[in-house]
């Protein structure tokens, strides 16, 4: 079943996400994952504006989305968005 990881928050060091960014594509591309959304213009319909900073990786299941945040190719990368970001992560199975 595939699944979702998604990230809900705003970016407080711009600089340390950028370099942030392509380091963790590559993590997401080896582990069978794409990006549905990243970044990008949004409108609230109903309800609370969502941060500022959205992005949803599809991966094709749950193990392979946990394997890909407990590698140890985005454990190296992860300290930056930790960093450069406040905000939630969390996986999605659909």
């Keep these: 079943m595939t ?3 998604v990230f809900q928050g705003e970016v407080t060091d ?24 990243r970044g990008g213009s949004w409108l609230a319909m109903e309800g609370e504006a969502p941060p500022a900073r959205n992005v949803v990786i599809r991966f094709p299941s749950m ?14 990368v992860r300290p930056l968005r930790q960093q450069a970001s406040e905000g939630s992560l969390y996986i999605i199975e659909a």
């Design 3 to 5: 699944a979702y990881v």
């Design 14 to 37: 711009l600089e340390l996400y950028e370099k942030y960014k392509p380091l963790a594509a590559e993590s997401v591309q080896k582990y069978g994952g794409s990006y549905l959304v």
């Design 63 to 76: 193990e392979a989305a946990k394997a890909w945040y407990s590698s140890a190719e985005y454990a190296a």
